[in-house]
């Protein structure tokens, strides 16, 4: 993947508002130098390498420093998943509303893909908190709900269907399925890196292409209107055409 597009890097992001702290109380700045060390150690070790004593080292803080915010490396590491989710919702795209539906699903999946590219490493370290923390797992099953219910109501005043509870109840299982698709084929592609992927794409905005083409063929169950003048990529290539 040669081409970064929108997106934000949470590395970069927590260390920015850590350094723009020197004004804050001394435990707020204490707090964002843990969280902003603990995210880079999950990006350049993972989770399974993650330890208190690298994160206090990053920090520039005793080691027993730690524990006066955090009872131990994991509770660290969720903290860096909520600023994650908080990242996604502050620096997402506005106002998509105004653009005809296709160019709202591209605006916002290259945000969404960008942000996943520039994060890979450390959303394989935090796609391990799912096993280690039930908790974590209801927290993204309700942020998929609300995404869902944002998507079904900008949906609804597109193309109303008449409001039949039968009807929204299959289209909230369609979204739901779709984000649980480009999840794992993103989480394929960046994270575990699949050979057999990588093969299949040019770079990350053939990416943006191809999943925001699968996500209008979902909601409105047929191809968006000058597909043929689709931005920055054919998606009318053979490789799609059975899609």
């Known amino acids: 993947m040669n081409l970064r597009i929108n997106g934000f890097r949470l590395v970069d992001v927590l260390l920015d508002r850590a350094d723009r702290m020197h004004h804050r109380p001394k435990r707020a700045r204490t707090l964002a130098a843990i969280i902003a060390s603990t995210a880079q150690e999950m990006e350049r070790s993972g989770t399974d390498g993650l330890t208190v004593a690298n994160i206090a080292r990053a920090a520039g803080l005793a080691h027993g420093t730690f524990y006066l915010y955090f009872d131990n490396r994991i509770d660290a590491a969720m903290a860096v998943r909520r600023f994650y989710d908080a990242a996604m919702r502050r620096f997402r795209p506005r106002e998509s509303g105004r ?24 959303l394989r370290a935090l796609q391990l908190l799912l096993y280690t923390r039930p908790e974590y797992a209801l927290w993204r099953d309700r942020i998929n709900d609300a995404w869902s219910k944002a998507i079904l109501h900008d949906l609804a005043r597109r193309l109303p269907t008449g409001g039949a509870e039968y009807i929204r109840t299959t289209q909230m299982l369609l979204i739901r399925s779709a984000i649980s698709m480009v999840d794992e084929t993103l989480r394929e592609i960046y994270v575990h890196r699949g050979p057999s992927l990588a093969r299949l794409f040019v770079d990350d905005e053939e990416v943006v292409q191809f999943i925001s083409l699968s996500w209008y063929r979902v909601l409105y169950g047929s191809d968006p209107p000058g597909i043929a003048k689709a931005d920055r990529a054919d998606l009318c290539d053979p490789r799609f055409a059975s899609l």
Not at 102 to 117: H, T
């Open 99 to 122: 653009l005809p539906a296709f160019e709202a699903i591209l605006r916002m999946n290259r945000f969404y893909v960008g942000s996943y590219a520039a994060n890979a490493d450390l």
